[in-house]
C-alpha cells in the first residue's frame, strides 16, 4: 500500500499513519520529498482498504501497489536514489565510467572494477576461492586503489566468496545474473550495510530481477543497484547482448541506480564506443568497461 501525504502533513500526522500500519502487523518505507511525504505499507496490504487510511488527517491518497516490489518502486520513492561510497555520488547523474582494473595498473575512472574469481568459474576451482596467493593479490589490488582514493566494486561468483570480499574490505559487492536466485545469498548480503548490484541474470526477465533485489531490501539492506551485463541473443556470434529495453524499463519503474556492464559484451559487430553509446541512451547511471 502507497500513502501519500498532504504537502502540509505534519509529523503527528504521519506517525498516526506510520502507528496504524504498524498495528495491523506491516512495516513502513517512508520517502521524504521536496513536497510530498510518501509512506510504503510493506506487508499483505490486504489487511487495509484505501478509503480507511484516506480518512485519517493528513493522508491526500492510498493506493493498492500493483507490482509485487515495494521498497524499491518509484511509486514509494519519485527520486532516484544516490549511494555514496568514499565521496563518489553513484546514481546522481548518467553515465559514470568504472573501468576493470588488470594486474596492478590502475585506470584513470573515479572507481575501479575487480573480478578476482573470474578464474575460479568452474565447480572444481571455485572450492580453491580462499587460497592464501589469491586473497594476497586481491587484498593488494584493495589497498592500491583505496590508497589512490578510488572504491573498488568486487564481484563474487559464489556465496563462499562474500565472506573474502568482505575482508578485503571492498566497497561494493557486485552480484553476477547467475547469482540472482540464489536466495540464501540475497539474505546474507540483505543483512549488511554495504552497497550491493545485483545483475539480471541472461535467462530472466525484469519482473523477475526486481523481486530479487525486493528480496534484498526486505531483509534491511537498501544500498542497492541494479546491474544489467547481458541477455541471450540470437545471432549465434554473439551470444550476449546489452539489453537495453530492460535498463529503460528497470529505470522507468525502480529508484534505484542501474548499472551496465559492457566489459564482456564486446565482439566482432559491436565495439565498445557503440555499446557505451547504447548504454548512455538508454540512460544507465553507471557504466563497467
Not at 578476482?116 to 572450492?127: E, G, I, M, T, W
Not at 537495453?244 to 559491436?270: R, T
Request: hydrophobic fraction near 40%.
Amino acid at each position: 500500500m502507497i500513502i501519500v501525504m498532504q504537502r502540509q502533513a505534519t509529523e503527528t500526522q504521519i506517525n498516526q499513519v506510520i502507528q496504524l500500519i504498524r498495528q495491523r502487523g506491516l512495516t513502513e518505507h517512508i520517502s521524504r520529498g521536496k513536497e510530498r511525504t510518501i509512506i510504503g505499507a510493506v506487508g499483505d496490504e490486504r489487511v487495509f482498504q484505501p478509503r480507511e487510511l484516506e480518512a485519517l488527517r493528513g493522508v491526500e491518497k492510498a493506493m493498492r501497489v500493483v507490482q509485487d516490489w515495494r521498497i524499491i518502486s518509484r511509486e514509494i520513492q519519485v527520486e532516484n536514489t544516490v549511494i555514496t561510497v568514499r565521496g563518489l555520488k553513484f546514481g546522481e547523474k548518467q553515465s559514470q565510467i568504472v573501468s576493470t582494473l588488470t594486474d596492478y595498473n590502475l585506470p584513470s575512472s573515479d572507481s575501479i572494477f575487480i573480478d578476482p574469481f573470474y578464474q575460479c568459474a568452474s565447480p572444481y576451482s571455485v572450492l580453491q576461492h580462499n587460497n592464501q596467493q589469491q586473497m594476497h593479490t586481491m587484498q593488494q589490488q584493495v589497498t592500491l586503489a583505496h590508497q589512490a582514493g578510488k572504491p573498488v566494486w568486487l564481484r563474487i561468483r559464489d556465496v563462499r566468496q562474500l565472506e573474502p570480499a568482505l575482508q578485503v574490505e571492498a566497497d561494493i559487492i557486485y552480484l553476477g545474473g547467475e547469482l540472482m536466485t540464489n536466495r540464501a545469498l540475497l539474505n546474507e548480503v540483505g543483512r549488511l550495510n554495504i552497497p550491493v548490484v545485483l545483475c539480471k541474470d541472461k535467462h530472466h526477465q525484469v519482473d523477475d530481477w526486481l523481486l530479487a533485489a525486493e528480496h534484498i531490501a526486505l531483509s534491511g539492506n537498501h544500498h542497492l543497484m541494479l546491474g544489467e551485463a547481458g541477455t541471450l541473443s540470437l545471432d549465434r556470434s554473439a551470444p550476449y547482448r546489452l539489453d537495453i529495453e530492460a535498463i529503460v524499463k528497470a529505470k522507468s519503474i525502480s529508484h534505484l541506480p542501474i548499472v551496465a556492464n559492457i566489459s564482456h559484451l564486446v565482439h566482432a559487430y559491436m565495439d565498445k564506443t557503440t555499446l557505451l553509446s547504447l548504454a548512455q541512451a538508454a540512460g544507465a547511471h553507471i557504466i563497467i568497461q
